[in-house]
């Protein structure tokens, strides 16, 4: 029989005898012909022998009639469409050409070779396909290991982000993400951008340092989400809103606080903004707006006690210093504002400023107390920062003596025991105070809004030679003695 070189047929149909078991090839020999699970037609195949013989064709299954014979006295079975057995029609394979190679050898025809040159043509074309065949071989490989990298990688990933955080894997993918592309290519979404403004809000030079080694949003990215966060005067409701989920996973301890404020000079400015429509600079305290230009901004802030975390909620634009009357109101709202959220304010601190005394005072004449007052029932404690004690109490040296009674004796610490001590000291071959100089006890010259000016004259060594010169005779007074600032 005559078999079209489009179709194949069954190995299944061969007996043993016909097939080719040898370690260089496989497959079946030259005369083999289909002998198992035939039908019962009789077809006629004409062998390599040309010898004609009759073969019948038992056993067939339903999925072997889709072979297609042509016989001189037959016609073609054609049942293609019930087929569904292992004989199927495949594309003839092209034929690999090998002209080029003849033509390298200036002939077009490999007849045309001589006989040595047709052995060097076998030789190339025997080497060309072990090429072509260990390309195959590789490409196979390659694709191989990648699906097993490819799963490894999976499973890798899986088992590492069991034991860590969302954070950590967020940060890892955005990384896998963008460190490919270049800076301009890189996007990252708003989680991405809060994280990386917590790292730069930290520290700058760190931030910096690590934008060369991770993909990171350049620093305008972040300063124009920052710039989206609407920022009025007054209290900010969004912020008492994030501190409110945040104290919900707080223990008793960690919501304990303080409030904190402070006033400081401003450059007189006007500046239209555009988000808002509005003009900036101008007195504003949240509740009301007024057309002065504001040369005063006043900040409140809230901070623990027990654990380290701190954040402004509030502030306020004035001309010249804020009213006791206003900040007063202001100090009352804000302290009811972190209580109604879940916070315990303990104490308030402040400066010794002329409108922060005034409006303790108010607040201590109110609840008719000299140390506490209260807001929704709760006591506050008003408290001046220590860094303003100290200068307080230089200034008031400066201009007053202090009277001290020890010992059933009234004593005197003056100003001018402290100004002896520094010529005495000035005036030795070894001085014993090197670092005192005029800018700290000289009037005239002492710079009173540097706290450490004032810290340094109160340090022990200056109060234990000071102790010490006033027993030297005729160098400082015996009431110096008293005057322990340490």
């Not at 043509?121 to 065949?133: C, D, G, L, N, P």
């Not at 400081?264 to 707006?289: R, W």
């Not at 201009?399 to 001590?421: G, Q, R, S, T």
């Amino acid at each position: 029989m005559q078999i079209y070189h489009r179709h194949r047929v069954c190995h299944r149909h061969f007996s043993e005898e016909f097939r080719v078991t040898l370690p260089s090839r496989t497959g079946i020999r030259a005369n083999a012909y289909p002998t198992l699970f035939l039908s019962e037609s009789q077809l006629i195949y004409k062998d390599v022998n040309g010898n004609n013989e009759n073969i019948n064709l038992n056993n067939l299954p339903s999925c072997s009639s889709a072979v297609n014979v042509i016989s001189p006295n037959k016609e073609v079975l054609q049942e293609e469409q019930q087929s569904q057995c292992s004989i199927k029609e495949t594309p003839r394979k092209a034929r690999k050409s090998y002209g080029g190679i003849i033509r390298k050898f200036g002939s077009s025809r490999q007849t045309y070779l001589s006989d040595e040159v047709k052995d060097i043509y076998k030789k190339v074309v025997t080497s060309y396909k072990h090429i072509t065949r260990n390309k195959r071989l590789v490409a196979s490989f390659k694709s191989r290991f990648a699906n097993i990298s490819s799963s490894l990688r999976a499973e890798l990933l899986k088992n590492l982000f069991e034991h860590v955080n969302k954070p950590t894997v967020d940060f890892f993918f955005s990384q896998l993400a963008n460190q490919p592309k270049t800076p301009k290519s890189r996007r990252f979404t708003i989680q991405e951008k809060v994280f990386a403004i917590a790292l730069l809000k930290s520290s700058g030079k760190t931030y910096k340092l690590l934008s060369k080694i991770f993909a990171f949003p350049s620093k305008s990215t972040c300063l124009a989400l920052l710039r989206q966060i609407p920022m009025r005067a007054g209290l900010n409701e969004q912020i008492f809103l994030s501190l409110k989920s945040a104290v919900q996973n707080m223990s008793i301890s960690g919501r304990s606080c303080i409030v904190m404020f402070d006033e400081m000079s401003l450059a007189p400015n006007l500046q239209y903004n555009i988000k808002e429509d509005c003009i900036d600079g101008l007195e504003n305290t949240g509740s009301y707006k007024r057309a002065a230009i504001a040369d005063y901004v006043n900040v409140f802030m809230v901070k623990g006690l027990f654990r380290k975390w701190k954040q402004p909620v509030s502030f306020t634009y004035s001309k010249g210093p804020i009213k006791s009357t206003l900040l007063k109101h202001l100090i009352v709202k804000v302290i009811g504002k972190c209580q109604e959220i879940g916070l315990k304010v303990l104490c308030t601190v402040c400066d010794q400023g002329s409108a922060n005394q005034a409006a303790i005072n108010s607040l201590l004449s109110q609840s008719r107390s000299c140390s506490e007052f209260q807001v929704n029932g709760e006591k506050i404690i008003p408290l001046y920062d220590i860094p303003h004690l100290f200068k307080g109490i230089r200034n008031n040296l400066l201009k007053k003596n202090l009277y001290i009674k020890l010992d059933n004796k009234l004593n005197i610490a003056k100003w001018e025991h402290i100004i002896d001590l520094y010529y005495i000291d000035r005036d030795a071959p070894m001085r014993i105070c090197p670092r005192l100089t005029e800018q700290h006890v000289i009037p005239g010259k002492i710079n009173k809004m540097k706290v450490k000016i004032c810290t340094q004259v109160f340090s022990y060594t200056v109060a234990s030679h000071l102790v010490t010169f006033s027993k030297w005779k005729d160098n400082l007074p015996n009431d110096a003695e008293r005057c322990l600032f340490g």
